[in-house]
C-alpha cells in the first residue's frame, strides 16, 4: 500500500505493528532522493530498531528510560546512550503519521521533532507545511514575536500523540488532556533524568527537579501560545485562561470535608442552581466560601447535628458570636464587620429562599434575618488632592507602555471602574456633534451601558489603542456581562489584558516615580481613588446629582450624594460665616456650640446634614440619635439656633405675628392671640441677643406686645 493510501486511511486495527519493510523504503528513497548517506542512516536506524524491538507492543509497554535509550546508573545527565531507539525517532514519526498510530505522551515530550517540518518530509506524511506558514503569519500579527517555535513545538506533539497529520483537527479538548499529560509527566522521577540528559549532559549539574519545573512551565506557556493562536484563527471555541483553567476546576468541592450528605446536598444543590444562572463565578465562589465557614464550624461544634432540619435559631446565635470573637490568624486581630457580613450574608440569603421554594431538607423558616448582619461603617470617598493629582498624573504620562498609560488616563478622566475599562470595546469611542469625545462604558456592576463625555487627552490615547487592536484583529470573545461576542480595546498577543498589569503595575510605577509611597514603600494611591476624585470634582463644580449618577454609574442617588455631603459650596460658605468666622449666634443651643460642648458625633452628623436643618428662621442641631422633634415650639427649643443672617426673617416674621394676633382678636380667640404673643417674645429675645432693632410697623411705629 502507498503512503498517499496509507495516510487516506482514518481506521486501522487496534493492534500496532511495524511498517513493512518495502514501504517504508520505497518512502526513504522517495523522500530523500539524491542524499545517499542520508538514505543509508535511516533504513540503518530502521533495521537496528525491528531488530531489537521485533514486536512493537514490547516497545510501548518497556520502561520510559529503555524506550529512549538511557539508564539512571551514574548522576544525572550521565546516562549512556544506547542509539536504538533514540535514533529511530524519524521511522516512529513515520509510523504515527502514516499509520494513524498515536504516540503516548511519555514518549513524545521526551524527544524533539523539528525535522517533521522539513519541506521535503513533512508532504510526505500528510503536514500542511501552507497551514503552518498561515497559522505563523496570524500569530505575528497578533504580536507573538517568538518565531515558529512557539508553534511547531505543539503542533508536532500533538498530532504525534493523536495520530493523525491533520492539524485542522486538533480540539479543545486535545489541547486541555494534553496540558494534563505535561503535567503528570513532569511529575515522573524518571522526568528529571531525561531533562539532565537533555540540557548538554548537564555540564553544569543543575537540580534536575529545577530543569523538570522549567520544562514543564515551558511546555504550558506554549501550548496556551497554540490554544490563542487557534481560538483566534476560529478552530477552537473555547476562549483561553491561564493555565487552562476552566470554572469547573471548584465545583467538585462546594462543601467543608466532613460534612453529612444530608447537610451538604441541599446546600450542594442551591450552589449549583447559583451557578448555573449567575453571570458572575466569583460571586458563587464566595458563597461557596461563607459555607465552607460555615459548615466547618458545625462539624467541630456541634458534630451531633446530621440534617439542616435540625438546624435551630441556637445554633446560629452560637456561630454569630463564634465569628465575632474569631481572630484572624493572618494578622492576629478579630475578623472585620465587612468579612463577618461577606460570610453571614451567603447564609441569610440560602435560608430565606429554600424556606420560600418549601425545600424540605431545610429549616421550614429563615434563621437569619437582617439585624443579623453586621453594622458597616459609612465611609466618605478618599479622593487624591489636587498636588499629588497634578504629580501622578505627570509620572503616568511618562509611563512607556501604552496600555498602561491609557488605562491610568482612562481611570483619571471617566471615574469609570477598572472592570469597565478593561472591557471596552473597540467602538467604544465617538463623538457628540460638536466634535468633543463621548466614551460608551460597557455593561458592568450595574448591568447598564452608559455614555458619557471623554477628555482629549484620554480620547487621543484611547484612540491609538484601538487601532491597535483593529491590526491584530484578534477574535471576538463571549462578554458575560453584555451576553454577546465582544472585540476587546485592551489586548496583547490575541488575549485580554490582566487588570493587575494596568492598573496595579502601572500605579506602582507611576506612584514611585510621583514620590507617593508610604514608610514600607507601597504606593498610596489605588484605582479606585481615581474615581473617587472624579466624583467629587463634579460635586466641587456645582455638577447635580442627577449627572454624577450618570458618568459615574450609580444606581441610587444616595451613592452620588456622597459628593455633595463632602464638597457642597453652599456648605463650605455657611460653615465658614458662622462657625469659622466666628459670626454671632442666638438660640438655647448657642452656648453649646460656642463652648465646644458638643461630642464628636454630633459635630460629624451637623457637618454632613447641616443644609438639612434649617428652618423657616434658624437651624435645629437635634440629631437622628435623639429621635424626632416633639413639639412645634421649636423657637424655645433646647436643639434650637440661629444667625445674624436669619435677622430679616425675624423681623418679617415679627410683622406677620401682630397680624395673626390682630386676626385672632377680632375672632374671639383668645388662645390662639395668647400663643402668638409669646411667639413675638420669644421672637424680640432673639433679634436682641443678635443685636438686631426689632422691625417697625407699616405705620412707622414699633409693634406692640400684643393683646392677651
Known amino acids: 500500500m502507498s503512503v498517499l493510501a496509507l495516510a487516506a486511511v482514518p481506521d486501522l486495527p487496534e493492534l500496532r505493528g511495524h511498517a513493512p519493510r518495502e514501504e517504508y523504503t520505497a518512502w526513504v528513497h522517495s523522500t530523500f532522493a539524491g542524499t545517499r548517506g542520508t538514505i543509508s542512516s535511516r533504513m540503518f536506524f530502521y533495521n537496528r530498531f525491528v531488530q531489537r524491538w521485533p514486536d512493537l507492543e514490547d516497545w510501548f509497554a518497556a520502561p520510559l528510560l529503555d524506550r529512549l535509550d538511557l539508564h539512571a546508573d551514574g548522576p544525572p545527565g550521565s546516562g549512556k546512550r544506547l542509539g536504538t531507539s533514540h535514533e529511530a525517532g524519524s521511522y516512529l514519526a513515520y509510523l504515527s503519521l502514516t499509520h494513524r498510530m498515536p504516540m503516548d505522551a511519555d514518549w513524545v515530550l521526551a524527544r524533539n521533532f523539528d525535522s517533521l517540518f522539513n519541506p521535503r518530509v513533512a508532504p510526505t506524511l500528510g503536514m500542511d507545511l501552507d497551514l503552518v506558514d498561515a497559522l505563523d503569519e496570524r500569530q505575528r500579527q497578533l504580536g507573538y514575536r517568538s518565531g515558529r517555535s512557539l508553534l511547531t513545538w505543539g503542533i508536532a506533539r500533538l498530532v504525534l500523540w493523536r495520530g493523525d497529520p491533520d492539524i485542522t483537527a486538533i480540539t479543545y479538548k486535545d489541547i486541555a488532556t494534553f496540558g494534563e ?4 509527566w513532569c511529575a515522573m522521577p524518571e522526568a528529571g533524568i531525561i531533562r539532565a540528559a537533555h540540557v548538554h549532559g548537564n555540564r553544569h549539574n543543575q537540580d534536575p527537579a529545577v530543569l523538570t519545573a522549567a520544562f514543564e512551565k515551558a511546555c504550558l506557556s506554549r501550548l496556551h501560545g497554540l490554544h490563542v493562536l487557534l481560538f483566534n484563527t476560529g478552530q477552537v471555541d473555547e476562549p483561553p485562561f491561564h493555565g487552562l483553567k476552566t470554572r469547573e476546576l471548584w465545583r467538585e ?6 460534612t453529612p450528605a444530608a447537610i451538604a446536598a441541599p446546600v450542594n444543590r442551591w450552589l449549583s442552581g447559583r451557578l448555573q444562572t449567575t453571570d458572575r463565578a466569583e460571586s458563587v465562589r464566595n458563597c461557596r466560601d461563607a459555607f465552607r465557614y460555615f459548615l466547618r464550624w458545625l462539624v467541630q461544634h456541634v458534630p451531633e447535628l446530621t440534617s439542616l432540619t435540625d438546624l435551630t435559631r441556637a445554633h446560629i446565635e452560637a456561630f454569630l458570636t463564634h465569628e465575632h470573637e474569631r481572630i484572624n490568624p493572618r494578622n492576629g486581630r478579630p475578623l472585620s464587620a465587612r468579612t463577618r457580613y461577606t460570610y453571614i450574608s451567603p447564609l441569610l440569603q440560602f435560608f430565606r429562599e429554600t424556606s420560600q421554594w418549601g425545600w424540605t431538607d431545610v429549616p421550614a423558616r429563615p434563621l437569619l434575618g437582617r439585624s443579623d448582619l453586621p453594622k458597616l461603617p ?19 504620562e511618562e509611563l512607556e507602555d501604552p496600555h498602561q498609560r491609557t488605562a491610568l488616563l482612562l481611570l483619571r478622566w471617566s471615574g469609570a471602574r477598572r472592570g469597565e475599562i478593561a472591557r471596552l470595546p473597540i467602538d467604544c469611542l465617538d463623538a457628540y456633534p460638536d466634535g468633543y469625545p463621548r466614551l460608551r462604558i460597557p455593561v458592568g456592576k450595574t448591568y447598564t451601558e452608559r455614555v458619557i463625555p471623554l477628555h482629549p487627552q484620554a480620547a487621543d490615547a484611547l484612540r491609538n489603542l484601538i487601532q491597535t487592536a483593529k491590526d491584530g484583529n484578534a477574535a471576538a470573545r463571549h462578554d458575560p456581562w453584555a451576553q454577546r461576542p465582544v472585540r476587546y480595546v485592551f489586548m496583547r498577543r490575541g488575549k485580554p489584558m490582566g487588570r493587575f498589569f494596568l492598573f496595579d503595575d502601572a ?10 509611597v508610604d514608610g514600607d514603600g507601597n504606593h498610596t494611591v489605588t484605582a479606585h481613588r481615581f474615581r473617587h476624585s472624579v466624583g467629587t470634582q463634579l460635586a466641587e463644580g456645582g455638577a ?30 455657611q460653615y465658614e ?13 448657642a452656648e453649646a456650640l460656642l463652648a465646644n460642648q458638643l461630642d464628636e458625633a454630633t459635630v460629624h452628623w451637623l457637618k454632613t446634614n447641616f443644609l438639612k436643618t434649617e428652618l423657616e428662621l434658624g437651624h435645629c442641631l437635634r440629631t437622628p440619635a435623639e429621635g424626632p422633634c416633639e413639639c412645634d415650639l421649636y423657637l424655645r427649643c433646647s436643639k434650637f439656633f440661629t444667625t445674624s443672617e436669619y435677622a430679616p426673617r425675624l423681623q418679617a416674621r415679627l410683622l406677620t405675628e401682630q397680624q395673626l394676633i390682630q386676626d385672632a382678636t377680632e375672632r374671639g380667640w383668645p388662645r390662639e392671640a ?25 405705620d412707622g411705629d414699633p409693634p406692640t406686645r400684643g393683646c392677651g
Open 253 to 258: 468541592e462546594l462543601t467543608a470535608p466532613g
Open 674 to 698: 395668647e400663643r402668638h404673643t409669646a411667639i413675638i417674645g420669644r421672637i424680640r429675645e432673639l433679634l436682641a441677643d443678635l443685636g438686631e432693632p426689632p422691625p417697625t410697623s407699616q
Open 544 to 573: 447635580q446629582i442627577q449627572t454624577i449618577m450618570a458618568i459615574l454609574g450609580h444606581r441610587t442617588a444616595q451613592m452620588s450624594a456622597t459628593y455633595s455631603h463632602i464638597s457642597d459650596p453652599v456648605l463650605k460658605e
Open 378 to 396: 459609612s465611609r466618605l470617598p478618599r479622593f487624591i488632592p489636587r498636588d499629588e493629582l497634578e504629580r501622578l498624573m505627570q509620572a503616568v
Open 181 to 184: 499529560e505535561i503535567r503528570r
Open 577 to 589: 460665616k458662622v462657625v469659622a468666622a466666628g459670626g454671632r449666634i442666638a438660640g438655647p443651643a
Open 507 to 516: 500605579l506602582e510605577i507611576a506612584c514611585s516615580r510621583a514620590g507617593l
